[in-house]
């Protein structure tokens, strides 16, 4: 295996890895979500165990967590594919600019 085809496939791998843990992130997020959404309204409300005998006072904390966690890797997703975002916005664009009557210039 030569050294190019090494690195290919460690960005591959990294990619997927990114991938794999943002779904988990958001499904994570939704599902703490949903948790305080059904949980409870009122003043006693944060005390009341819920899922997995946690209080909705600490689904909220997972809750917060999750979301820093899943914006940290969302921003890591960005980063790693940052000249693949930029190639198909600019395709995107292109492809606008060619099918309106309208010239954008």
Known sequence: MNNNSQKSNIKIYIRAVIAVLLIIAWVLVAFSGLILWLAPEGRQSGRIP?????????????HLWLAIATLII????????????????????????????????
């Open 74 to 105: 969302t921003l890591i997703h960005v980063i790693v594919d940052w000249k693949t975002l930029r190639a198909v916005i600019k395709y995107m664009v292109s492809a606008h600019r060619e099918n309106t009557d309208i010239p954008c210039d």
């Open 50 to 62: 819920l899922l997995f005998d946690l209080t909705k006072s600490e689904w909220k904390d997972i």
